[in-house]
């Protein structure tokens, strides 16, 4: 077999080398590729790697190596930070475990890979037990953190300490990856070493700023209608008194800054437990895992949150946290007494001001689970992610086979969920505008036609 080399590799869902559109049907499965002579190398010298596995409390100890890999790493992940891992580590439901690759080439030991990675107590269905990220609900990204100079090599020593580990199960399950052209290229490749096989689904995009790309002083990519809206609705919100904008970094102030934030959020609609998300507050583990994350990785100056207030008060909240040259968007809330003054989109303009001023930051990640709400058109870049099932290589092939039949499933029918309510939502305001609808558009089932479906 000829091995393409990663930098002229295709990314599943471009029409060309490069990054492009994402097609959101795309599924990929990759069967395992043997040469005749065993496992199809990686190129190049083969670096002198050694693989761990270890806990979270042990991770947490491994600060200033930590630092080094995410300047060198090819993404940035927060949610892998060693706080945030044992944060998640105190709530999960299951065993967490902690993936380390060391370089050994050099005089000083140099860690080029971390992954967490959590087993959880409950089993499929098929009784299968599997590895999944990310390790908690609420962080939307599970992509290891990997040297960029040797991506393909780091993931396949992963994939192999796994399979070396006989406690562990053998398929990983990761929801909001990386879909990127360099991770996939290295996730091919360490496939091809490893002898398995992986599947990609539900391929997405979500919005990100890329704030090397724009000029500091660009502002919100938002219309010239919309920017006039926007500037009109600060004006008449300023009228009810003294508008202003904090940016918190101070441990201690962030500390009641977060507290801000939780109360205003559990005064809105995700305090109702509505079937779109629930406040943090309304269960206690999500509101720890918040607190230890946002005060751990405050304590080392990698997060900030920004409220816009009113006389004093918060009526919007944004925290964001950061881990080497990239910021996450984490979460947001408002006062909804204020709707109609959109104080959300006011500080989100405002955090996207800030955001592009700060010149040693390279991107900031939306966090959305999809492409859609009022970020979508307020940042113009994006990121592509996607979900996958990995078989490092000795996993049962009828376990592989079960867990992927219901990854798939699940998938198609939040797909259709989703694709159904977003054509009702456009009924229900053509009916409003007082335009007649077309029954035909805004069918969930676009792909059978009306004349199909009257003769049979």
Same mark, same amino acid.
């Given at each position: ?10 990314? %599943? ?9 994402? /097609? ?22 083969? %670096? %002198?790697?050694?693989? +761990? ?75 299968? @037990? ?22 393909? &090599? ?12 006989? /406690? ?12 990127? @052209? ?10 091809? +070493? ?9 391929? @997405? ?9 724009? %000029? ?68 206690? /583990?999500?509101?720890?895992?918040a607190r230890e994350v946002v005060q751990g990785l405050a304590a080392r100056r ?32 408002? /006062? ?33 689970? &999809? ?40 998938? +198609? ?27 035909? +558009? ?15």
């Amino acid at each position: 077999m000829t091995y393409i080399p990663y930098h002229s590799r295709p990314v %599943p869902g471009t029409t060309s080398f490069e990054t492009g559109p994402i /097609d959101t049907r795309l599924v990929v499965d990759v069967p395992p590729v043997h040469s005749g002579a065993g496992r199809s190398p990686l190129p190049g010298v083969i %670096p %002198p790697l050694k693989a +761990q596995i270890t806990s979270p409390a042990e991770f947490i100890k491994l600060e200033a190596e930590w630092r080094e890999l995410v300047e060198r790493s090819l993404h940035p992940n927060v949610f892998m930070e060693p706080v945030a891992v044992l944060a998640a580590a105190a709530v999960c439901r299951g065993a967490l475990r902690v993936v380390l690759v060391w370089d050994d080439a050099s005089c000083t030991r140099r860690l080029v890979g971390a992954w967490a990675l959590l087993e959880p107590s409950t089993l499929y269905f098929s009784g299968s @037990r599997v590895l999944v990220a990310p390790i908690h609900p609420h962080a939307p990204l599970s992509t290891p953190v990997i040297d960029r100079a040797m991506a393909g &090599h780091v993931l396949a020593s992963m994939f192999e300490a796994i399979e070396a580990e006989p /406690d562990l199960p053998k398929l990983v399950e990761l929801a909001h990856l990386d879909a990127s @052209r360099g991770f996939l290229a290295a996730l091919e490749a360490a496939s091809l +070493q490893q002898g398995g096989r992986y599947r990609l689904f539900d391929m @997405r995009q979500r919005p990100e700023l890329g704030i090397q790309s724009m %000029p500091p002083d660009s502002g919100a990519a938002v219309s010239k209608n919309r920017k006039r809206s926007m500037d009109r609705r600060r004006r008449r919100l300023a009228r009810l008194g003294d508008l202003a904008v904090d940016e918190i970094v101070d441990a201690g102030d962030l500390a009641a800054a977060l507290e801000e934030f939780l109360a205003l959020e559990g005064a809105g609609w995700k305090g109702r437990r509505t079937a779109r998300g629930r406040a943090l507050l309304l269960d206690a /583990d999500a509101a720890f895992y918040a607190r230890e994350v946002v005060q751990g990785l405050a304590a080392r100056r990698l997060a900030r949150l920004f409220v816009l207030r009113l006389d004093g008060r918060a009526v919007a909240v944004r925290i964001v946290l950061q881990s080497g040259a990239g910021v996450f968007t984490w979460k947001s809330s408002y /006062d909804e007494a204020l709707r109609e003054y959109s104080p959300g989109l006011l500080l989100l303009e405002d955090v996207t001001g800030a955001l592009l001023d700060d010149r040693a930051l390279t991107f900031a990640d939306s966090c959305n689970h &999809h492409d859609e709400g009022y970020m979508s058109e307020f940042w113009h870049g994006r990121k592509p992610v996607t979900s996958a099932l990995i078989n490092v290589g000795s996993a049962n092939l009828l376990h592989y086979s079960l867990v992927k039949g219901q990854l798939l499933a699940s998938w +198609q029918m939040k797909a259709l969920a989703r694709r159904a309510l977003r054509q009702m939502r456009q009924l229900a305001s053509r009916l409003r505008s007082g335009v007649g609808p077309d029954a035909r +558009q805004y069918s969930p089932f676009p792909e059978v036609s009306s004349r199909r479906r009257d003769h049979r």
